[in-house]
T-cell receptor, first 116, second 115 residues
């Protein structure tokens, strides 16, 4: 069974500093996708970044980047130059890459606080 | 198109009553998903439609739950004989196959409170 673990229920970061959110997952599959979603207090989940397991290169989206360690089954999110608008719940999610397997498996989330 | 729309935003109901939620996906999206999110947890998959066909259901979707997408556009999720354990945020998401490997677009959810 696929499980996603986020071991940091809460994190805080000073504005303009860098923070890393941790995520590990368990799967026996070799081909899958990993995602980080952001859920602000307004509750709408927003996709932050995605990574295909077959790609060795770490994904980057502006201030957001990941450290994908496939052998270790680790997928951490680094937020650089943190901004007040980055404050939210962050969820790590896994999706098996197979026709017909469409649901996402989510971790329990990390609440990020940005300190002015 | 303003994204995925869910109504109502909040619903308070008495135990034993039936409730129905509506989701309007992004118009060109052919896939629609329902997830449930309880306090302190990540979303959990309930069911998924491709066009009007319900292709997958989670074991979380008991026989008191039913979902429909009659014309392949909007979807409804009905809970019959609600229980306090049904209190949660119900999230809808949509995607355009096969591009959903890029992630879904979520709505803002319907928060259900069963008293």
């Amino acid at each position: 069974a696929q499980t996603v673990t986020q071991s940091q229920p809460e994190m805080s970061v000073q504005e303009a500093e860098t923070v890393t959110l941790s995520c590990t997952y368990d799967t026996s599959e070799s081909d899958y996708y990993l995602f980080w979603y952001k859920q602000p207090p307004s509750r709408q989940m927003i996709l932050v970044i995605r990574q295909e397991a077959y790609k060795q290169q770490n994904a980057t989206e502006n201030r957001f980047s990941v450290n994908f360690q496939k052998a270790a089954k680790s997928f951490s999110l680094k937020i650089s130059d943190s901004q007040l608008g980055d404050a939210a719940m962050y969820f790590c999610a896994y999706r098996f890459h197979q026709t017909g397997a469409n649901n996402l498996f989510f971790g329990t989330g990390t609440r990020l606080t940005v300190i002015p | 198109d303003t994204g995925v729309s869910q109504n109502p935003r909040h619903k308070i109901t008495k135990r034993g009553q039936n409730v129905t939620f509506r989701c309007d996906p992004i118009s060109e999206h052919n896939r629609l998903y329902w997830y449930r999110q309880t306090l302190g947890q990540g979303p959990e998959f309930l069911t998924y439609f491709q066009n009007e066909a319900q292709l997958e259901k989670s074991r979380l979707l008991s026989d008191r739950f039913s979902a429909e997408r009659p014309k392949g556009s909007f979807s409804t999720l009905e809970i019959q004989r609600t229980e306090q354990g049904d209190s949660a945020m119900y999230l809808c998401a949509s995607s355009l196959a096969p591009g959903d490997n890029y992630g879904y677009t979520f709505g803002s959810g319907t928060r259900l409170t069963v008293v």
